[in-house]
Each structure stands twice: as C-alpha cells, then as structure tokens.
C-alpha cells in the first residue's frame, strides 16, 4: 500500500500564489507516476497534472498550462504543485493520486492511490 499525504492548501485572493505538497510513504515502486486532480463542488473530478517519477515527464490540463508547474523534490516520493495567478475558477479540493506506471496518466482510471485532500479557495 501507499499512503497520500497532501499539505499547502489555504484561502488566497485571485493572482496570488500557492504551493501544494504530497509526500508518499509505505511501499516503493520503480515505475511510478504522481499526480494532482481536483474537484469542485458539484463537479467531476478533474485531472490538472502530472510527473512520471522514472522519466521525469510531465502533463497538464489546459485550464492550468503556464500557470501551474509539478516538479519532484529533493525526498524521494515527494513533489509540488506550484500555483500561479491563481483564479476563483481554481477553487477546489485538490486530490495527489499515484499510479503505478512510467507514463503519465490524465484520467483517473490509472491512479491506485489517493490522498485526502487539501481545500483550495480563491476568492475574486
């Protein structure tokens, strides 16, 4: 099993900035992929990046490409969300999700593991 940590979320004003975390634990996998989904009230969750831990690629979704980067850190099984002009629209619940796979996932099918999730507000 792997456990989903997720940190960093909060109550920010539309353009500022934010950077989420998720750190991984339990068990090690050499072909792994991490990702960031997030989910609205009343909405679908939604896939909004990803990282290929074994090749370092990544994917976004549309609505955040240029504001938003994944990136890995310095600890094994951790990476970031960095959130940039942030807009109300960006208010949601954000989910870190592994998948175990080298590739990197943009549906929700792949992902075996999820975290709890951390509370996004953007207010205008």
């Known amino acids: 099993q792997v456990q989903l940590v997720e940190s960093g979320g909060g109550l920010v004003q539309a353009g500022d900035s934010l950077r989420l975390s998720c750190a991984a634990s339990?068990?090690?996998?050499?072909?792994?992929?991490m990702g960031w989904f997030r989910q609205a009230p009343g909405k679908e969750r939604e896939f909004v990046a990803a990282?290929?831990?074994?090749?370092?690629?990544?994917a976004y979704a549309d609505s955040v490409k240029g504001r938003f980067t994944i990136s890995k850190g310095n600890a094994r099984n951790l990476i970031y969300l960095q959130m940039n002009s942030l807009k109300p629209e960006d208010t949601a619940v954000y989910y870190c999700?592994?998948?175990?796979?080298?590739?990197?996932?943009?549906?929700?099918?792949?992902?075996?593991?999820w975290g709890q999730g951390t509370q996004v507000t953007v207010s205008s």
């Open positions: 339990g068990r090690t996998f050499s072909r792994f992929a």
């Open positions: 990282i290929s831990w074994t090749f370092g690629t990544t």
């Open positions: 999700a592994a998948a175990l796979t080298a590739s990197v996932p943009t549906s929700r099918n792949p992902y075996d593991f």
